[in-house]
């Protein structure tokens, strides 16, 4: 009986440890303030289907998840929120759904975002300027390269499409197949 209590609980700890804490997008940028990190927004949608493929089975791949918890303050954005958004001194809402436009109206936060197709991934720098954007969905060893390269500021050494295509090269995917 003890063992079977012992494997429980590594196999709870290890599923809790391998799930993304999501945050709010005001929650990540209060967070900042103490601690500063970069922020990962995750756009999606709540119609889209590889935005959900992509939440199971590549942000919550336990080396995606865990590297993410501990490098950034990840953060999952409704595409199409009618919720208020205060970042970099500016204010936005989905206006087109408040003015009855548009039944799937993209919130005005993610087309400042440049957010153009679901899912999304844009990284922000530890004051909120944005880095870079990933559109598309991704698997876990495709997105695998990226958090790493951004997190360090590697992407600032890198100019080159040739240096690009050597980082990744060099890189050594945590993930198994």
């Known amino acids: ?81 009618n919720e208020t958004v205060t970042i970099l001194g500016r204010t936005f809402t989905n206006s087109d759904r408040e003015n009855g436009k548009k039944k799937n109206a993209m919130h005005d936060f993610t087309k400042y975002m440049n957010v153009t197709a679901v899912p999304s991934a844009v990284f922000l720098d530890e004051v909120g300027n944005p880095i870079t954007i990933l559109q598309g969905a991704l698997n876990a060893k495709e997105l695998e390269p990226y958090i790493p390269f951004i997190a360090n500021n590697e992407f600032k050494k890198i100019s080159t499409r040739e240096q690009w295509e050597n980082y990744q090269k060099k890189f050594k995917s945590s993930i198994k197949d």
């Open 1 to 81: 009986m003890k063992k079977f209590t012992l494997l429980f609980s590594l196999f709870i700890t290890f599923f809790a440890y391998s799930q993304v804490k999501w945050m709010t997008l005001e929650e990540a940028l209060t967070a900042q303030q103490t601690v500063p990190k970069k922020i990962l927004i995750n756009f999606y949608t709540d119609w889209c289907a590889p935005c959900k493929v992509m939440e199971k089975n590549t942000y919550n791949q336990p080396v995606i998840a865990a590297y993410l918890n501990e490098n950034y303050y990840p953060v999952k954005f409704n595409a199409e929120a």
